[in-house]
């Protein structure tokens, strides 16, 4: 167990729809980060949070947003959602740093995203 | 720009070969970090290793171990000996210090056939 918990595990839902993926980092991390894991695409950074604050931004669509909260658990809104928008969302949460560093990421065990 | 490339998309081998995984990098950083993970069936990603780029020492952890070459820009991954428990998929990641993000390579699918 990473220690970062990622709800819920399975979400379907039809095209044109808005969800949130919720994350909790492990106990002490301050950084989070978000990725999106496809069989197309493979394993593509989307955003990441230190301490609240963006730090650094990927590949994430505008029609996706996130946002880490003051107690540090973090939320990826995904709207007007498109076929190609399944996939498996993952969290992973670091201690955190003010800059670059050789930290290791713990990953949650990912939501399932379904669009119908 | 920061890339990693995985060449081999899948791997077959039979318990108890050695196999190794591939993984080039490219970075303009001088300095940055590399990093190895394994994501098991289970489907959660776990960190295996992570090395400095000013140090380029091998790294040997039981069957496990790492060639890190700056000259060729590559870590590669060994696995001796291995095992059932060892099929999984392999990502190499790399982090830079202009680019904050950890970003991972398109990942190996290893399949060890007892």
């Known amino acids: 167990d990473s220690g970062v918990t990622q709800t819920p595990k399975h979400l379907i839902t039809a095209t044109g729809q808005r969800v949130t993926l919720r994350c909790s980092p492990r106990?002490?991390?301050?950084?989070v980060y978000w990725y999106q894991q496809s069989l197309d695409q493979g394993l593509q950074f989307l955003i990441q949070y230190y301490n609240g604050e963006e730090r650094a931004k990927g590949n994430i669509l505008e029609r996706f947003s996130a946002q880490q909260f003051p107690d540090l658990h973090s939320e990826l809104n995904l709207s007007s959602l498109e076929l190609g928008d399944s996939a498996l969302y993952f969290c992973?949460?670091?201690?955190?740093?003010?800059?670059?560093?050789?930290?290791?990421?713990?990953f949650g065990s990912g939501t399932q995203l379904s669009v119908l | 720009a920061q890339k990693v490339t995985q060449a081999q998309t899948e791997i077959s081998v039979v318990e108890k070969e050695d196999v190794t995984l591939d993984c080039v990098y490219e970075?303009?950083?001088?300095?940055?970090?590399l990093f190895w993970y394994k994501q098991p069936p289970s489907g959660e990603l776990v960190f295996l290793i992570r090395r400095n780029s000013f140090d380029e020492q091998n790294e040997i952890s039981g069957r496990y171990s790492w060639n890190f070459q700056k000259s060729t820009s590559s870590f590669n991954f060994t696995i001796t000996a291995s095992q059932v428990v060892d099929s999984a998929v392999y990502f190499c990641a790399l982090r830079g210090t202009s680019y904050d993000k950890v970003i991972f390579g398109p990942g190996t699918s290893l399949s060890v056939i007892p």
């Open positions: 970075t303009r950083d001088t300095t940055y970090y």
């Open positions: 106990s002490g991390d301050l950084s």
């Open positions: 992973a949460s670091s201690v955190g740093a003010p800059g670059p560093t050789n930290e290791k990421l713990f």
